[in-house]
């Protein structure tokens, strides 16, 4: 006979794990308030369902105007830049970004879009925080002007170290076949237009870190008259959205073809990035100093002592963070339309005939 007290011979559960299904329901139901501020018409109600729903035919998604459409997805992260947000305790921003990284580069080819999807992995659910990045998160969806369909979030005691959460984000666009924007586009003589960064965006922060926090031992809470703030919020600006004033553009010129390619400057810089969006005949010519460098970029080169420059163009955005590459007859208008939605964009450089790889000059 067991002498165990009355309730302790129960044996273990999911909350002595570490887990507490209540406290995951409860944060589930706070976050729908944030779902439905981006939702349009095209999102159908389904409390409780397993899938979000989005109906391709209202608002004249699937019209004559788009006879043979075609879906894009993409996904990606953030990366370690969420260990500036954990280091800061700031995680209100990270979700824009975590948008912003596949959203734009839906719009690369062509797509606009329609939903995203959003997955957090923490070790200890806190609701507090969550609930920035979820907040973060649908501010970038409404940016974008796409819905928060749904996501998932996945609480796994000792796997992530306490007060750490990664996140990962998929998104889902649309395109008729006719509008896709491919490589063949692309013609010698084209030019090349630079949409202005807000800062380093999200890729390289492994270097970014080792720069600043390794070598120069900084911390996030450096002023830096440079920068004009603290070192930690120049490294938490978020990644611009740049999808929808794109979108405005595409819609314009929709019967012709006067902007050919899109290339998203992410992981592998300028030298990685355009090629991508170049046909194999043909390379780029980069003018250097054709717009201005962020302070950030030069004091990771100074204290980094980073010699090469092809390293630089090649790891970072280095204050062009989306590349147009339009019809040489088109490039002061669009440059106008730009300025006008409040985005700074320059003459970078044009394509050249040739080796498929771009020459920074």
Same mark, same amino acid.
């Given at each position: 006979?067991?002498?165990?007290?009355?309730?302790?011979?129960?044996?273990?559960? +999911?909350?002595?794990?570490?887990?507490?299904?209540?406290?995951?329901?409860?944060?589930?139901?706070?976050?729908?308030?944030?779902?439905?501020?981006?939702? !349009?018409?095209?999102?159908?109600?389904?409390?409780?369902?397993?899938?979000?729903?989005?109906?391709?035919?209202?608002?004249?998604?699937?019209?004559?105007?788009?006879?043979?459409?075609?879906?894009?997805?993409?996904?990606?992260?953030?990366?370690?830049?969420?260990?500036?947000?954990?280091?800061?305790?700031?995680?209100?921003?990270? !979700? #824009?970004?975590?948008?912003?990284?596949?959203?734009?580069?839906?719009?690369?080819?062509?797509?606009?879009?329609?939903?995203?999807?959003?997955?957090?992995?923490?070790?200890? @659910?806190?609701?507090?925080? $969550? $609930?920035? /990045?979820?907040?973060?998160?649908?501010?970038?969806?409404?940016?974008?002007?796409?819905?928060?369909?749904?996501?998932?979030?996945?609480?796994?005691?000792?796997?992530?170290?306490?007060?750490?959460?990664?996140?990962?984000?998929?998104?889902?666009? #649309?395109?008729?076949?006719?509008?896709?924007?491919?490589?063949?586009?692309?013609?010698?003589?084209?030019?090349? #237009?630079?949409?202005?960064?807000?800062?380093?965006?999200?890729?390289?922060?492994? @270097?970014?870190?080792?720069?600043?926090?390794?070598?120069?031992?900084?911390?996030?809470?450096?002023?830096?008259?440079?920068?004009?703030?603290?070192?930690?919020?120049?490294?938490?600006?978020?990644?611009?959205?740049?999808?929808?004033?794109?979108?405005?553009?595409?819609?314009? +010129?929709?019967?012709?073809?006067?902007?050919?390619?899109?290339?998203?400057?992410?992981?592998?810089?300028? $030298?990685?990035?355009?090629?991508?969006?170049?046909?194999?005949?043909?390379?780029?010519?980069?003018?250097?100093?054709?717009?201005?460098?962020?302070?950030?970029?030069?004091?990771?080169?100074?204290?980094?002592?980073?010699?090469?420059?092809?390293?630089?163009?090649?790891?970072?955005?280095?204050? #062009?963070?989306?590349? @147009?590459? /339009?019809?040489?007859?088109?490039?002061?208008?669009?440059?106008?339309? $730009?300025?006008?939605?409040?985005?700074?964009?320059?003459?970078?450089?044009?394509?050249?005939?040739?080796?498929?790889?771009?020459?920074?000059?």
């Amino acid at each position: 006979m067991s002498n165990a007290k009355s309730g302790t011979a129960k044996g273990l559960t +999911y909350k002595d794990s570490g887990v507490d299904i209540l406290v995951g329901d409860d944060f589930a139901e706070k976050i729908q308030h944030h779902l439905r501020l981006t939702y !349009g018409p095209n999102v159908l109600n389904n409390p409780g369902g397993y899938a979000g729903l989005f109906a391709l035919k209202t608002n004249g998604l699937l019209s004559k105007d788009m006879p043979r459409p075609v879906l894009a997805g993409t996904t990606d992260g953030v990366g370690t830049k969420l260990k500036i947000a954990f280091m800061m305790d700031k995680h209100d921003t990270v !979700g #824009i970004d975590l948008v912003a990284m596949s959203v734009n580069d839906l719009v690369c080819v062509g797509a606009e879009p329609l939903f995203f999807l959003d997955y957090i992995a923490t070790g200890k @659910l806190s609701q507090d925080v $969550l $609930l920035q /990045v979820v907040k973060g998160v649908a501010d970038g969806c409404r940016q974008a002007e796409c819905a928060l369909l749904g996501g998932e979030t996945a609480e796994m005691p000792g796997f992530y170290q306490p007060g750490e959460y990664d996140l990962a984000g998929f998104a889902v666009g #649309i395109v008729d076949r006719s509008r896709w924007l491919k490589p063949a586009r692309v013609q010698p003589g084209d030019k090349m #237009i630079g949409l202005a960064s807000s800062g380093v965006h999200s890729n390289g922060y492994s @270097l970014v870190r080792k720069v600043f926090f390794d070598v120069a031992k900084w911390r996030v809470e450096r002023h830096v008259d440079e920068f004009g703030c603290t070192l930690g919020e120049e490294l938490l600006r978020p990644t611009v959205i740049y999808s929808t004033m794109i979108k405005n553009l595409l819609r314009h +010129y929709r019967r012709k073809r006067m902007i050919r390619g899109i290339a998203h400057i992410t992981g592998g810089g300028f $030298l990685g990035n355009i090629p991508r969006v170049l046909p194999e005949s043909c390379g780029g010519r980069i003018e250097r100093g054709s717009w201005p460098v962020p302070p950030v970029f030069e004091m990771i080169r100074k204290l980094g002592k980073i010699n090469d420059d092809d390293e630089m163009y090649r790891v970072f955005n280095m204050g #062009i963070g989306m590349v @147009l590459i /339009v019809s040489p007859v088109v490039v002061d208008y669009v440059i106008r339309q $730009l300025g006008k939605a409040g985005q700074p964009s320059y003459l970078i450089g044009e394509v050249v005939k040739g080796e498929h790889e771009i020459k920074i000059v």
